[in-house]
């Protein structure tokens, strides 16, 4: 079973609109999640993190964390062509040092 | 900002041949990470260190190995390449969990593409 999950995509939405993306992880104890983002050919920007359950935002992204149901989101309102690339949900287990990472979903923004 | 530098963008190597992809990092982290990337399988972890000369096997050590001999610096050896370890290399850095400040968020370096033919 994996660790974190995330829809491969690709997700498809119409430029200004809002892109939800999810992820799923399995380890009741994960502390950190982190949102990446990743153009193709080039490495992961880290673009969000959250540690509390809740809705937390930066511009036009939002991450919610939900501890309880074991899922974290994130939302990119007014969505652009440019933010089309790969999300990588990572997920911090507490005690070690590592990142878990989903395979990410990728995004499209459809002029 | 920090900032995470690999030696080379693209590399192309015969098999059998050892090659060195090294990485260094300026924001005085303690770990440090050695990742590959290929389509549809995501990022799998290769080898991270902690600390000088602290290694710890990730989930595909198998075919390489690494050297940690300074803080800023953590190198991944392909120790005979073969064709299954073409791939995109990336390397990461972090501030070691709570004790040091962090809360594990990991900085990438731009990734070496290798290609063994």
């Known amino acids: 079973q994996k660790e974190v999950e995330q829809n491969s995509g690709p997700l498809s939405v119409p430029e200004g609109a809002i892109a939800s993306l999810n992820c799923t992880y399995s380890?009741?104890?994960?502390?950190?999640f982190f949102w990446y983002r990743q153009y193709s050919g080039k490495s992961p920007e880290l673009i969000m993190f959250?540690?509390?359950?809740g809705d937390k935002e930066d511009g036009r992204f939002t991450a919610q964390l939900n501890k309880a149901s074991q899922y974290v989101s994130l939302l990119i309102r007014d969505s652009q062509p440019s933010d089309s690339a790969t999300y990588l949900c990572?997920?911090?287990?507490?005690?070690?040092?590592?990142?878990?990472f989903g395979t990410g979903t990728q995004l499209k923004v459809e002029l | 900002d920090v900032k995470v530098t690999q030696s080379s963008r693209y590399l192309v190597k015969r098999t059998g041949e050892k090659v060195f992809l090294e990485c260094v990092q300026d924001?005085?982290?303690?770990?440090m990470f050695w990742y590959r990337q290929d389509p549809g399988l995501g990022l799998r972890l290769i080898y991270f260190?902690?600390?000088?000369?602290?290694?710890e096997k990730g989930d595909i050590p198998e075919g390489y190995s690494v050297s940690r001999e300074k803080k800023e610096r953590f190198s991944l050896i392909l120790e005979s390449a073969s064709t299954n370890q073409t791939s995109m290399y990336l390397c990461?850095?972090?501030?070691?969990?709570?004790?040091?400040?962090?809360?594990?968020?990991?900085?990438f370096g731009p990734g070496t593409r290798l290609t063994v033919t």
């Open positions: 924001m005085d982290h303690e770990n």
């Open positions: 260190s902690y600390d000088v000369k602290m290694k």
């Open positions: 990572a997920v911090h287990t507490g005690g070690g040092n590592k990142l878990t």
């Open positions: 959250i540690y509390s359950n």
């Open positions: 990461a850095s972090s501030l070691r969990f709570v004790l040091a400040g962090g809360r594990g968020e990991q900085y």
């Open positions: 380890d009741r104890g994960s502390q950190s």
